[in-house]
């Protein structure tokens, strides 16, 4: 499956982005999906994830929860991440990530075989 990103931006602190991942080659319906970030000079870290189509279970980091919101759309055979009440510490690349499988836990990057190529968000003060 290739996934592509989009939808990133420069917005002021308190502001709202979508972000789009979609998918080609393959329907999302059997993967489950993620969001991670990395900042400059960081690790790339868990945003949020959403299991697969039929289920949609999601989880988030404790850092944008009641922020953002992950969702998918079958359909579209896409993905979401929903950004809201931005703030200047959520600037970094955001990459959407899928899997068949997950046989650890969900968070960690290295259980996501499939990678989109990245999307800059930068939160200004």
Known sequence: VQLQASGGGLVQAGGSLRLSCDASGRTLD???????????????EFVAYISQAGISTTHYADFVKGRFTISRDNAKNAVYLQMNSLKPEDTAVYYCAADRYIYSTYDEWYEYDYWGQGTQVTVSS
């Open 30 to 44: 059997y993967y489950h999906m993620a969001w991670f970030r990395q900042a400059p000079g960081k690790e790339r």
